[in-house]
């Protein structure tokens, strides 16, 4: 089932996922290097059906973008994995050809009205519709919004140090999906510290799964939300904090502010915005003494 179009209200501000696609792939032995079988069986009867695929014992995840619309601005956090890129090493990725821009514009949206993209970092699978292939060129999909994001991600996805490993996720990325933005003039950097943009937001630092990684709260009257990028990508590891995905890439930073989205998420009762989790994607966290619960929204 979709859930494209279940829209969340935060005060006055409202959010919505569009969906690129849904995933059925990964063993959780190879998402989760330090998984135990004791543990997910301790978990399966929520794991199935809807995060885990019993028949062929794959997690469930989904790769989309939240559509937010405040009353000023049209938003989007993060874009995907785009259409048309050149994956060989990473084929869920590669010569894609997915209706996500048809599934936007069912949503109302064109990619001229898209005012600014919010990233939480620049992987692979949270870049890629920044371009579309035309005439073979990589050019901007959304010509009036503005691309805002971790400085750190920037300097450091551009520098061969991120380009010598095939393993690393973003091998090729910067190249066609972030160098072009730039090249337009379409990019606004956000430092170390974070800080509040615009008029609901607050990028949150939550280093770890990448170098600049930022977490981006969202408040409207007295509600919160977070759009927590990696920390996480799967709900199992909301009762597994310690368990770091095989993309994470700075391994102590990476727990660490999982742990601090989890405990934050519990504490203020914020309405939890995944960027990988299947079903609605979205959800609470609640806090057991010592472990953590997750329940969709
Ligand atoms: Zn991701």
Redesign the pocket.
Known sequence: MRHTNKIYRIGDVTVTKIEEMRLNVAPPSFLYPQWDAEELERNLHWLTPSNMDATTGHLIQSIHTWLVRTRRHTILIDTGSGNDKERPLNTIFHRLQTPYLQRLAAAGVKPEDVDYVLHTHL?V??VGWNTRLVGGRWVPTFPNARHVFARAEEDYYSSPASHNDVNVPSLGVYEDSVAPIIASGQVERIGDAGGAFLDHFVFRPSKGHSIGHMSIELRSGDEEALFSG?VM?HPLQVVRPDWNSVFCEWQDEARASRRWALEHAAERRLLFFT??FAESSAGYVTRHGDRFDWRYE
Do not use: A
């Open positions: 992987h699978d949270h990696d990508h960027p990988h």
